[in-house]
């Protein structure tokens, strides 16, 4: 089944410490999104890739990064994680069809930061 | 500013009987909106979706409907089961990027 992975499932971090979180898609979308997710917020976008192409949201922090090796495989580096990064991290994916975009999420990674 | 929202964090409904959950926005460039359903410790799942230039979109038990002159959707899910017991996420599309509502629990009691 074509699907959106995401490991680990959980990750735990020490204040500070740098942290990489993975998702990887055998949907050969176009397209990887990041989201934060914090307890009964709304999902909130922090960068897209179109491609190679890297698309970051103005109010995303300097602290988080990413990178788009290949089609597949998509990262989420937190440089120094402090305790407001404590949250659901969820990657989608979607095919581009900027007009009726329909994303696929993974079963997401939850961050906690000691 | 908010640009979409779901006024309801929760909503109880018997099962059999109808569930409606709705969504209110403001910008007025969406062209598309979406609807997903979460469960715990699982990621959203696409539900149904919506063209900005349609009212009412059906599949199954579910329906969407939009009043673009209220800048309102909703969501009926007819009849309700307990398997429907989720969070449930409107989201509005604008060039590709999806602005999220913060989701209105879903409790189906047999």
């Known amino acids: 089944d074509a699907m959106v992975i995401q490991n680990p499932r959980y990750q735990v971090t020490q204040f500070g410490k740098p942290v990489t979180l993975s998702c990887s898609q055998t949907l050969n979308h176009n397209v990887m999104y990041w989201y934060q997710q914090k307890s009964s917020q709304a999902p909130k976008l922090l960068f897209h890739?179109?491609?190679?192409?890297?698309?970051n949201e103005a109010d995303t922090p300097d602290n988080f990064q990413s990178r788009r090796p290949n089609t597949s495989f998509c990262f989420l580096d937190i440089r120094s994680p402090g305790l407001g990064d404590a949250a659901m991290y969820l990657c989608?994916?979607?095919?581009?069809?900027?007009?009726?975009?329909?994303?696929?999420f993974g079963p997401g990674t939850r961050l906690l930061v000691l | 500013d908010q640009q979409v929202k779901q006024n309801s964090p929760s909503l109880s409904v018997q099962e059999g009987r109808i569930s409606i959950l709705n969504c209110d926005y403001t910008?007025?460039?969406?062209?598309?909106f979406l609807w997903y359903k979460k469960y715990p410790a699982e990621g959203p799942t696409f539900l149904i979706s919506?063209?900005?230039?349609?009212d009412k979109n059906e599949d199954g038990r579910f329906t969407v409907f939009l009043n673009k002159s209220a800048k309102h959707l909703s969501l009926h899910i007819v009849p309700s089961q307990p398997g429907d017991s989720a969070v449930y996420f409107c989201a509005g599309n604008q060039g590709g990027k999806l602005i999220f509502g913060q989701g209105t629990e879903l409790s189906v009691k047999p």
């Open positions: 989608a994916t979607s095919s581009g069809d900027r007009e009726r975009e329909t994303q696929y």
């Open positions: 919506i063209s900005s230039i349609k």
């Open positions: 890739y179109y491609d190679k192409d890297f698309n």
């Open positions: 910008n007025s460039m969406f062209d598309y």
